[in-house]
Every structure is written in C-alpha cells, then in structure tokens.
C-alpha cells in the first residue's frame, strides 16, 4: 500500500506512524508531509528513514491508497478535497469536514458499516468524543440514551506538540503563555475552544453534535464541560449517564461496557498515566445514581484511541485488513 501523512511531524502525524508499525500495516511506500519549515526532517519508519516533505497542491494528485491528514482544519479544507477529487481517500483528524452530511464521521467499532463502498474524505472524530462514544454505544443499543453529563480533563497534547513544550516550559519555571489562555502548570483551564452565544465552548459543541452523529440518535442530550488540565498524555472523564429504559441493576450497564469493543472494564482506579500509549478506553468507578442514571470515570489516550488509532483502524477496515 502508498500512504501518505499529512501533518507528519506533529503529534498526531507521529502516532500515526508508530501506530501503522505496531499494527504492521503492510506499507510500501510512505510519504510524509508537514509545512515547510519541517521539509528536509527525516523520521523513522520501520527503520527506514524518510525525508519529510513540504505539502504541496501537486503532491495530493498524486495516487495513494490511503492520506491520513492532521495538520489542522485549514490545511484539510484546502488540500483534502484536491486529494479526494484526484480518487484518494482521505481520513480526517480535523474538524473541517465533521458535520458535513455527506461525510461519515467514523469511529469503526460503532459505524464501521459506513465504510463499505464508500470513497473520499472520512472524517475522524474529535478525541473526547470518541472516548465517550466508545464506552457508551453498547449502552446505548440496549437502553437508549437520553442525556450525558460529562466534564473531561483533558491533557496538553490535544492541542499539539507547541501545547506540550508550553506545559514543560511553565514546569521548568519559565513565565510563557502562548498555546493556552492562562498558565496551565498548576492549574486547570476549563476552557478549550472558544465561548459560543450560548455559553458553550467550541469544544463542548463537538462533543455534542459529534456523539450525536456517531450513535446515529439526535434525541440524544450531551451537556459537556470541557477543561484542560496540567497531564501529557491521556484524557480522562467524569460522565453521568441517563438511559431512556430503566437499567435496574447496574451490572446490566457494566456488561454492555465489557461487550463494548476496544473497551476495557475496571475495578481498579484507573489513571491517564498508567494508559498512555495504549489502544484502549478504560471504564473505572462504574456507580448506579438510581434505575436509570449511573456514573463513570472514562480515560484514554488522546493521541491513539482519540486520533491516531481510529484512524489507523479505519484505514485498517477499508483495506480489509480487519
Ligand atoms: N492532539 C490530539 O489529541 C488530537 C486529537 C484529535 C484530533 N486532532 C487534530 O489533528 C490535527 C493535528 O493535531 P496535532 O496535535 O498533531 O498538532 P501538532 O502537534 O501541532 O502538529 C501539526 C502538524 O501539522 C503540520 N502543519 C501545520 N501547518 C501546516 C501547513 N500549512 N502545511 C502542512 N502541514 C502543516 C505541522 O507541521 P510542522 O511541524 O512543519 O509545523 C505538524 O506536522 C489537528 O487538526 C487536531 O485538531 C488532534
């Protein structure tokens, strides 16, 4: 297979790469892209190592089995659809192309089944949702859900590799704030996005329309409260969940959990730093409110399972190789 990743250098395009090895995706050729201030940066792959070149309009009509873009929403807006209408297929980390009605926006163990004869660009969720939606759908099949609560606690590399130099800067003792609105080393910032009309953030709204999307039920309520917290890796999840059809014994819900694909259960306390660099969402505290409301504690790594990893897995079930 020739893959391409756009967006190669950051933190994101990194995992992708790592992820493609763990998995042993069967690549033959790999092209890396990033700006042009990356052009020139050599990474490893597989031990072979490739020279990262600058993206270009001429480069995405060339021919790939697959383009992984995560260089952000401007880049895929102007470049994605280039690569799509010369015949690639583009699976999306940004947000750019998320609510479009005529894109899947794919978490595969969910709604993998949109894949099937589809070509173009898919859009990969955002990071918090996937989590949640990973650890809810099976809940969802057998109870309906009517409402989530959910306040996340999310690390700096959601928002990139300058965010993750900005935490380690501030630890260092350097007074810098570029990245983030107010310092993040010692503190919570509950504020990712912008503030829209309403008072929700930008970030709160993907969580909201995304989930909605992905379980495929628009009836369903998220009122999220996204904060950003002083952690490297793993984003974690405070959720209260309301089911249409009463549940009665919180075992019922801790079942539908343990069927959830690519969801592990817990007893345990289960902490960002103990799953980074995993594959999987891990559920822990699972505790019923009453008949039909119960809470958990959600956390996975936001770089694999919120990005790199379903994309991979995508890419993965297009291929048939999954
Ligand atoms: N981090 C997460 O947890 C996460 C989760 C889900 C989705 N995403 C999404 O994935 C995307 C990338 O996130 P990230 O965390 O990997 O960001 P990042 O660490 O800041 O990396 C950004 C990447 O985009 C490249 N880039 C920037 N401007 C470019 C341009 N004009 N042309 C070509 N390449 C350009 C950068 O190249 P240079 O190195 O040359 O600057 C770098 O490779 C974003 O859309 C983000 O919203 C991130």
Redesign the pocket.
């Known amino acids: 297979m020739k893959i391409g990743i756009?967006?190669?250098?950051?933190?994101?395009?990194r995992a992708m790469i790592k992820v493609l090895e763990d998995f042993k995706v069967p690549v033959k050729e790999l092209k890396l892209?990033?700006?042009k201030?990356?052009s020139g940066k050599i990474l490893t792959f597989n031990d072979e190592k490739i020279i990262v070149e600058e993206?270009t309009e001429d480069a995405m009509k060339l021919k790939y089995d697959f383009l992984l873009f995560?260089?952000?929403?401007?880049?895929?807006k102007k470049f994605a659809p280039i690569a799509a209408k010369y015949g690639n297929i583009v699976i999306d980390?940004?947000?750019a192309f998320r609510m479009n009605k005529d894109i899947p926006l794919v978490v595969p163990e969910i709604n993998g089944y949109l894949l099937n004869n589809y070509k173009g660009i898919i859009a990969?969720p955002?990071?918090s949702t996937i989590q949640m939606v990973l650890s809810l759908y099976k809940v969802h099949e057998k109870f309906g859900i009517d409402e989530i609560f959910v306040s996340t606690y999310q690390a700096v590399?959601?928002?990139?590799?300058?965010a993750i130099a900005e935490l380690q800067k501030q630890l260092n003792g350097e007074n810098i704030t570029s990245v983030f609105p107010k310092q993040i080393a010692y503190n919570v910032i509950p504020l990712i996005g912008d503030i829209t009309v309403d008072g929700f953030s930008t970030e709160e709204y993907k969580m909201i329309n995304e989930t909605r999307k992905i379980l495929n039920d628009y009836t369903i309520k998220v009122f999220p409260t996204t904060v950003r917290v002083p952690v490297f890796y793993g984003h974690s999840e405070a959720v209260v969940v309301k089911t249409k059809i009463p549940f009665k014994e919180i075992s019922s819900i801790e079942n539908e959990i343990k069927n959830s694909k690519d969801v592990i259960f817990s007893d345990e306390v289960i902490t960002p730093i103990e799953i980074a660099g995993t594959d999987y969402v891990y559920v822990s505290r699972l505790r019923k409110i009453d008949e039909s409301r119960f809470a958990f504690w959600n956390v996975a790594d936001?770089?694999r399972v919120?990005?790199a990893t379903n994309a991979i897995r995508i890419l993965m079930v297009m291929a048939g190789l999954s």
């Open positions: 756009v967006g190669a250098t950051g933190e994101v395009g892209f990033a700006s201030k990356s993206l995560s260089a952000g929403s401007d880049v895929s980390n940004s947000s990969n955002n990071c590399s959601g928002a990139g590799y300058k936001n770089i919120g990005a």
